[in-house]
């Protein structure tokens, strides 16, 4: 097959090159690397080729935004960057198929169990809906052209050396200064940045929703004890001590390193 792939120097997007792209012919697009250098949000590509398969794994995600301007990043990065990446399909080639990489952030939820692709879309956040207006845009263009669509909202990825908020809990720990909030009952669902690489090639013939997880939801002690070489147990405090902490750093502004909604989440 000939396969596009963006944000293929991201975290989901290298694991998706070393799996689902083997024994293809593969085109890469993101910023400083592959093939086509391009900032989506800032101009519309033109392709050289035909691709039987667009994955569009390039998005922004794993900031908190504390600034308007932040806040509209979202929108620029995930929803323009969407609309001209379809735009230059639609000028040079159409894709066969066409895969979108979404979040479960979609949802707006902040707890909930068995939450399936059939639950509203409820986002309130920048994030949130960034994605949802992204995902609308790419089933109305898939189907406007008969193009086969697939959508993946994906929860916690895990993997080795992540971003975000993973990524900085495992810094934490290795520097020796982490801490569980309210016993770190909270649990989530993470799924493996390798199992989504490898869902890519069962999922693109057939297209739809889905919500990916490896049915895994350990809870943040367990997740902490997981991660330490040492297999150390950490302190905790309680949930209204990390919630003044919070409310704290709302005050403050940009110059506290926690706030209410990194406490949310």
């Not at 909930?112 to 956040?125: H, K, T, V, W, Y």
């Not at 943040?220 to 949930?239: D, T």
Request: charged share 25%; hydrophobic share 40%; glycine share 8%.
């Amino acid at each position: 097959m000939d396969i596009l792939l963006t944000g293929a120097n991201g975290f989901l997007g290298k694991a998706i090159l070393d799996d689902s792209c083997k024994n293809h012919n593969v085109k890469t697009l993101s910023r400083t690397f592959g093939d086509y250098k391009i900032s989506l949000e800032k101009q519309i590509p033109v392709f050289e080729e035909n691709f039987d398969l667009v994955i569009h794994a390039a998005g922004k995600a794993h900031v908190v935004p504390k600034t308007e301007l932040q806040k509209k990043e979202f929108y620029d990065v995930n929803v323009l960057g969407t609309l001209n990446l379809i735009k230059g399909l639609e000028n040079t080639f159409l894709p066969k198929q066409f895969i979108f990489i979404s979040s479960v952030s979609v949802y707006g939820q902040d707890v909930g169990q068995d939450i399936n692709e059939e639950f509203p879309l409820l986002a309130s956040d920048a994030y949130g809906l960034s994605k949802i207006e992204s995902e609308k845009a790419v089933l109305d263009w898939c189907k406007k052209h008969k193009i086969i669509c697939t959508i993946l909202r994906l929860p916690l990825l895990v993997g080795k050396r992540p971003p975000g908020n993973l990524g900085a809990m495992i810094k934490a720990i290795d520097k020796g200064f982490y801490f569980n909030i309210d016993k770190g009952r909270a649990r989530k669902s993470m799924v493996l940045v390798e199992d989504v690489a490898s869902f890519i090639s069962i999922c693109a013939n057939s297209g739809g929703i889905y919500n990916l997880t490896d049915d895994i939801h350990p809870n943040f002690n367990e997740l902490s004890l997981a991660l330490s070489s040492k297999g150390n147990h950490y302190l905790s405090i309680p949930l209204w001590v990390a919630k003044t902490i919070g409310e704290v750093g709302n005050v403050l502004g940009e110059r506290a390193p926690i706030n209410s909604l990194k406490v949310k989440k």
